[in-house]
């Protein structure tokens, strides 16, 4: 059944009733993406926060010199939107791209927001996913100000073994702010 | 009142019934803090999320090597607290310590845990906070790789007057993850 990995995340934080999960299946709506298909492109308007079902995904901010730096890599049973444009309703900045054929289960802001009205215990969750990616990004914020280079990449590939196995080398050097010649370097244990 | 600024601040996001803010402010407990005090140190255990009610506080990381790095300042009507530490129930890996005199109203995490079950809106409280610290993390991460250090200066200070005002031009650098030296030929419009 096509929502038992978005229902087993969501039921993780908080228990649903019988009627309470239909009703959350009502607003789901599952949708396949090709590989390297954009569910997200830079100045669109934000309106989905999507679930990882099958596949990879990759968010990522391309400047005016065309420099890409990865804000997050997805896998499954993980949820990527750009938070900052979907919640203030901002156009994207970031693009969000499939690394491979994937599945997304996406849940629009309208449907969200209903959510938040008929079924209180999802503030419960959203409260709980929000805290866990706040905590994330403070801890990659204290790791690009304290750790260097090789130690932040050996830190990424031991936390994340799930994401390693989907991107490319190039890919996770524009993760860690460093080129894929240094982290090359890196790799070949010569820093 | 002493509560004062810490309902409106609750209050800008859920609206509360007489007896929910009495039960609320039942909760509470308001602490005065000398300048220079800490209200954590890292390898304590991380018990409180602190709302700013006058003053300022600097949360920072100690490297072995004695180098600081500054995660967050928080001003009056911020909250401020270890919070990977606070959630996972971990020993602190920050220290906060008060810039100036000041006083903070706490809440404790079984307080906190408390108002979940008894007052389910402050789950929602709770989840435009996290969120929009998520956000605001997000968007540092994505200053972090895609601008210079010039820009990111120029952006604290455009982005956070309020958290200009109270601390020195060291605390920015070690904030933005440059030398004092740096930040001081950045100032004097020499890069």
Known sequence: ???????????????????????LLEQLEL???QK??????????CRYF?????????AYYLSKEGKESTVMFAVSDWWITDMHCF?????????????????????????????????????????VIMQNAYTREQLRVLENLSLTAEERYHNFISKYPRIVAHVTQKQIATYLGITPEF?????????
Chains 1, 2 share one sequence.
């Open 1 to 23: 059944m096509p929502y038992s990995k978005i229902l087993a995340n969501i039921e993780k934080h908080v228990s649903l009733a019988e009627g309470e999960r239909h009703f």
């Open 31 to 33: 949708k396949e993406v």
């Open 36 to 45: 390297k298909a954009y569910i997200l492109q830079a100045g669109d308007t």
């Open 50 to 58: 999507n679930f990882v079902n099958e596949g990879a995904f990759r």
């Open 87 to 127: 919640i203030n309703e901002q156009p994207a900045m970031l693009h969000i791209q499939a690394i491979e054929h994937s599945s997304i289960v996406r849940l629009s802001k309208e449907k969200l927001n209903l959510l938040f009205e008929e079924l209180p215990k999802f503030e419960r969750f959203f409260r």
């Open 183 to 191: 982290l090359s370097t890196i790799r070949a244990g010569k820093t």
